[in-house]
């Protein structure tokens, strides 16, 4: 892809997400999931594959990060939690999240290099990399309740502690 085609390809990105944003609040960036809009990607899934909103920072809450779940799961985490900030709930790192339909606890923890992964949010809000917006990274628990911070968690690659993951 040239030069002129990555612009075209961005600035129809920054329209997807401007419109999705005024529709519904915020968007959501799914990526290494296999599915790619960038022309020319090759589309290999990464190894471990995230989301993140793009527009709870312009509601004057963090983004938020979740990593290793599936494309489904994090679509509908991120999803109900911008719904419960729209309504004016506050994510607090350390608050336990519990859902309806989903057995996992999730816990937010302050992520100390966003500007090393959510280039999209940065990009809609014309912030540098060292001035990044704030993120949340959303910690959930294996199925036996354990966190990705506690002894014996059953996947700890797919949940890097923050600070540790970048893109």
């Known amino acids: 892809m040239n030069r002129t085609q990555r612009q075209a390809w961005l600035d129809q990105e920054d329209a997807r997400v401007s419109g999705t944003i005024r529709k519904h609040g915020w968007a959501v960036e799914l990526i290494g999931f296999g599915v790619c809009s960038t022309p020319g990607c090759d589309c290999k899934p990464s190894e471990v594959p995230f989301a993140y909103t793009i527009g709870l920072f312009g509601m004057g809450h963090p983004e938020l990060l979740i990593l290793g779940a599936g494309m489904s799961t994090s679509h509908n985490v ?29 816990i937010p923890e302050e992520v100390p290099n966003p500007g090393d992964i959510v280039f999209g949010a940065n990009r809609h809000y014309q912030r540098p990399r060292d001035a990044s917006v704030p993120v949340l990274q959303l910690s959930y628990d294996d199925l036996q309740g354990r966190f990705p911070w506690e002894p014996g968690y059953a996947a700890p690659k797919m949940q890097p502690r923050p600070g540790t993951f970048h893109v």
């Open 78 to 106: 991120l999803n109900d939690l911008g719904k419960r900030i729209r309504a004016g709930e506050d994510l607090i790192p350390g608050q336990l999240i519990t859902f309806k339909g989903w057995q996992h606890r999730i």
